[in-house]
């Protein structure tokens, strides 16, 4: 855990050698924090995976450290790539790279439990509204694989004067928008304070 990353540096720092690589998916510590903890000149590669890396649908950025060669970088990218996406980004963008990927999962898996939630006040019954609501994200996750514009997509199932454009609207007229995009902002803003809290 992040907290406890300080004493782990220093329990291995003395076993580790100058052509060594350290990969941290440490949240919230820099590879900074790390070299500086281990007191000479170790390769550090920080890596932000996500939960679907449990799945092999993983979203991952790599960071190169000070003192990281390419081939170190290269190797944390084809790793990860195994288990999902991997994008080798600046270390700078990870704040937001946590309020997006990071934290991504679990603001998907509210708006399952709210669609469930819609269709069982809707008088579905539980196991129904369950279903539907769960393989409608399924199936427009894979849509999205197909055909990755999400407002392409969406239009498309927005017949003017409709159903669908009737509750988008009410989405719009209540800033769905910025209210979500409000959401990830202030996760970004905490990932910048645990970093802080972390060593930096």
């Given at each position: 855990k992040p907290q406890q990353i300080k004493t782990l540096l220093?329990?291995?720092?003395?076993?580790?050698?100058?052509d060594q690589?350290?990969?941290?998916?440490a949240a919230g510590v820099s590879s900074s924090t790390i070299e500086k903890n281990l007191g000479q000149k170790i390769s550090v590669v920080r890596v932000m995976p996500?939960?679907?890396v449990l799945i092999q649908c993983g979203a991952t950025a790599i960071a190169k450290g000070r003192y990281a060669a390419k081939e170190h970088v290269l190797f944390a990218q084809r790793f990860f790539a195994s288990v999902g996406k991997a994008l080798i980004l600046p270390e700078k963008e990870f704040d937001a790279v946590t309020a997006v990927s990071g934290s991504g999962p679990a603001?998907?898996?509210?708006?399952?439990?709210?669609l469930e939630d819609a269709g069982k006040k809707l008088g579905l019954a539980p196991r129904t509204a369950k279903i539907l609501s769960f393989q409608t994200l399924l199936g427009a996750t894979k849509m999205l694989e197909r055909n990755p514009l999400p407002k392409e997509l969406r239009q498309n199932v927005t017949s003017p004067g409709g159903t669908t454009e009737c509750g988008?609207?009410?989405?719009?007229n209540h800033h769905w928008t910025d209210t979500f995009i409000e959401a990830v902002k202030r996760a970004r803003d905490r990932s910048k304070e645990l970093s802080v809290q972390f060593g930096g």
């Open positions: 220093k329990e291995i720092k003395g076993w580790l050698k100058k690589c350290v990969i941290s998916i996500n939960t679907p603001y998907l898996f509210y708006l399952a439990e709210s988008i609207r009410y989405l719009q």
